[in-house]
């Protein structure tokens, strides 16, 4: 039976499933005032999430970052999907990066502060999910041209 990945998407599904579990875990039973920092953050950035319980955003938030994890760590789940989890991930991550303030540098500029360097490197993980999903809906057969014939290499 040939697994829905190839080679080449084990190490940043590895990478990125291994860390981003790791968070997740890390905030399963986060206490009161963890759960108001997470929540105070992003909440200020997306401010819808102010309607949302602070402990019911940080059980959400860990529930998330749980099952995205697993889901690159499992090698059944197509890159597509698990490329399409992450970058949404990512993506809300970079949005707390680019519209808190602080985080870049003065002047519009893209550049972190110190700040702003732990949340800047989810670019990283941006890269990877869109690389995931391209992956994904372009097929897995490679083509090779040799003396001008193209040929698709199983």
């Known amino acids: 039976m040939r697994l829905p990945i190839t080679p080449s998407e084990i190490a940043p599904r590895l ?24 929540h105070g953050f992003a ?14 955003f940080a059980k959400v938030l860990s529930t998330s970052e749980i099952v995205i994890g697993a889901a690159l760590l499992t090698p059944f789940v197509p890159a597509a999907v698990a490329g399409a989890a992450l970058t949404g991930l990512s993506a809300g991550l970079l949005g707390l990066y680019l519209r808190t303030p602080g985080m870049t540098k003065p002047g519009r500029s893209l550049a972190p502060t110190q700040e702003g360097l732990t949340i800047a490197k989810d670019v990283w993980m941006l890269g990877i999910g869109l690389g995931l999903i391209t992956q994904g809906l372009t097929g897995r057969e490679a083509k090779v041209t040799v003396g001008g014939r193209t040929a698709k290499r199983k």
């Open 15 to 38: 990478a990125t499933g291994a860390f981003i579990l790791n968070s997740g875990l890390g905030k399963r039973g986060a206490d009161e005032g963890t759960a108001a920092g997470l």
């Open 43 to 56: 909440a200020g950035t997306y401010p819808f999430l102010g309607k949302v319980e602070p402990k019911t």
